[in-house]
């Protein structure tokens, strides 16, 4: 004969007080449940956006790993077990702020030819105070020593080379030229003064003249003392500066030929005076030239893994292996039948390419429009991508289906890059700091600075928008059919404690009538 437990007291009295709080539920007290929580979750949505755009991070993030790891037993970093790590996050620190060095733009434009023409045109300044800052210390750093009081004219373009006002400084250099022949008044009154390449020629073509005469006085004393040294060293700089900017002039004025012999001419007599980069702006030239050839004999020197690398470099060294084979390259072709050898090497040349700087495919395939490059440039960073672009761009269209092949390829890098990029591939890790450095360098009054990685949207954001829409839907739909959402609450509430229900039955089966009375009285 089968027998059964009867439900206890307990139970009943559980099941009873539970229907008796549902019952006494109205729809109103559903819509005022579902519009505060709607209404308080839409406000810590409001604020984590709010705190996400100005400081990279969640707050509620933040927050947890501040305060709620120690206390849930976190690691103190002040204790001194974590000395090597702390050294360690120094060596990442250091080596960060060497990747962020901000190097001269090789192809930095004309101030008074080409910027200000532009400033003229558009009432818009294309230079940033700090990237002229930054011009302001080079031409110190270069163009003046220790020894410039013994000269006059020299005395005058130290002064001249740390004013501020652009008006002030042509004036120097004018009375630096009433003295005598000085190759820096020359050099500030062709960059700033003049306002076509024609003029800027004419006085740089003056200035060799004047250079030349300083080098060959100072080479001979350069050994009689440190001061003469210096003095000999200066004058290097300002002649081998001179000679590249007129051999840009004479690129800028369609005779090509003639620049790039210049350029060879000059690598050749200075071959010690890398810090210029004169072979990115001989690369350009032989490109404008489709001399294809000394491109690449030009890139077997300098695409070296001791010396550092540069956009220019790499994405030249892409398109010339893109060249051999865009042309005839259709994505439905090669994803039947696969790539071949030459297709397979444009590709990877392409991807690092693209992981040394992300940001150069969207200028070439016009995705994002040029702004004026920068004086100076940050390498892998916005500023270095729109210096090569605004100049490379053309090289790109010339040859036919580069930029198809480049267009269906390049976004496959980032596949091929650990995530989140605790690991480069090809290259080392991508900087965190470029955004900064480029914001800096850039006029993000009418360019919006591209930034790698993305950032992505921290998880409680997601998640404080996902409940925000939940409860405000709830509310709506409570407001709009109060009987039938009241129906659904009821059930669901059932269904949330059917589980406790089982749970209790099954305690009650198990343990004795009396027991489990006692226990409930107790």
Known sequence: MMSFNAPGPAMFGTESSLSMFLNTLTPKFYVALTGTSSLISGLILIFEWWYFRKYGTSFIEQVSVSHLRPLLGGVDNSSPTNSNSSNGDADSNRQSVSECKVWRNPLNLFRGAEYNRYTWVTGREPLTYYDMNLSAQDHQTFFTCDSDHLRPADAIMQKAWRERNPQARISAAHEALELEDCATAYILLAEEE???IVEAEKLFKQAVKAGEGCYRRSQQLQHHGAQYEAQHRRDTNVLVYIKRRLAMCSRKLGRTREAVKMMRDLMKEFPLLSMFNIHENLLESLLELQNYA??????????????????????????????????????????????????????????????????????????????LPPEHILKRGDSEAIAYAFFHLQHWKRVEGALNLLHCTWEGTFRMIPYPLEKGHLFYPYPICTETADRELLPTVFHEVSVYPKKELPFFILFTAGLCSFTAMLALLTHQFPELMGVFAKAFLSTLFAPLNFIMEKVESILPSSLWHQLTRI
């Open 294 to 371: 000394d491109v690449q004999a030009v890139l077997a020197k300098y695409d070296d893994i001791s010396l550092p690398k540069s956009a220019t470099i790499c994405y030249t060294a892409a398109l010339l292996k893109a060249r051999a084979v865009s042309d005839k390259f259709s994505p439905e072709a090669a994803s039947r039948r696969g790539l071949s050898t030459a297709e397979m090497n444009a590709v990877e040349a392409i991807h690092r390419a693209v992981e040394f700087n992300p940001h150069v495919p969207k200028y070439l395939l016009e995705m994002k429009s040029l702004i």
């Open 194 to 196: 003049a306002t076509t």
